[in-house]
């Protein structure tokens, strides 16, 4: 079955620091979307990418797909603590109504 | 603010009791899913409803049974549950399914099972 894998596994910068996590999957996905959970809470949607080589920002939120739409990531550019929680990238294959969640990073921020 | 809503947001039950998790939605999304997710794991999908109807069964065992009475609602019946059944259900909906429509989650159900 469809694998997604996520590193790193865990990551812990000091503010204003900058932070990616990679996402990586077994199989061509036709697109990927990019979830973020605080502790304590549920996945929050943040963007989706469909296209080859695709480069999405949001403030100081970089994201982007590979050019095999196998692999993606997530680039936060100098880190605050209000970004602190799980990173999940999520990957559809074909028309799938599935979402396979990646493995997640969880991303600790500190002064 | 969330605007898909669970309840409970707590529950313990023992292994032979039977309860139901419920979600609700009023943005008009026709797509609703049950996920089950475990501590520092990511969210596994359970069951994805589309207009109503089951259209996929991640092959969870029979003693968790989804309900669709409607298009706003969706419940989780739980029978007979293991202790490995303990963990974080998530309610998510999105406008369609496939297609990459986000999806919007609720805030879970925290489930113990003694």
């Known amino acids: 079955g469809q694998q997604v894998m996520q590193i790193p596994q865990y990551q812990h910068v000091q503010e204003g620091e900058d932070f990616t996590t990679y996402c990586n999957s077994s199989?061509?996905?036709?697109?990927i979307q990019w979830y973020k959970q605080r502790p304590g809470g549920h996945p929050v949607f943040l963007i989706q990418l469909v296209k080859s080589g695709e480069v999405k920002k949001q403030k100081r939120l970089t994201f982007q797909f590979g050019e095999a739409k196998k692999n993606s990531s997530l680039h936060i550019t100098a880190t605050q603590t209000t970004d602190v929680g799980t990173y999940f990238c999520a990957g559809r294959t074909g028309t799938a109504s599935k979402l396979t969640f990646g493995t997640g990073t969880r991303l600790q921020v500190t002064l | 603010d969330t605007e898909v809503t669970q309840t409970p947001k707590h529950l313990v039950m023992g292994m032979t009791n039977k309860k139901s998790l419920k979600c609700e939605q009023h943005?008009?999304?026709?797509?609703m899913y049950w996920y089950k997710q475990k501590a520092k794991k990511p969210p596994e999908l359970m069951f994805v409803?589309?207009?109503?109807?089951?259209?996929i069964n991640e092959s969870v065992p029979s003693r968790f049974s989804p309900e669709c009475p409607n298009s706003s609602l969706l419940n989780l019946h739980l029978h007979a549950l293991q202790p490995e059944d303990s963990a974080l259900y998530l309610c998510?909906?999105?406008?369609?399914?496939?297609?990459?429509?986000?999806?919007?989650f609720g805030d879970g159900t925290r489930l113990s099972i003694l």
């Open positions: 409803y589309s207009y109503e109807k089951l259209s």
């Open positions: 943005m008009g999304h026709r797509a």
């Open positions: 998510a909906s999105s406008q369609a399914r496939g297609l990459g429509q986000p999806q919007h």
């Open positions: 199989t061509t996905l036709s697109n």
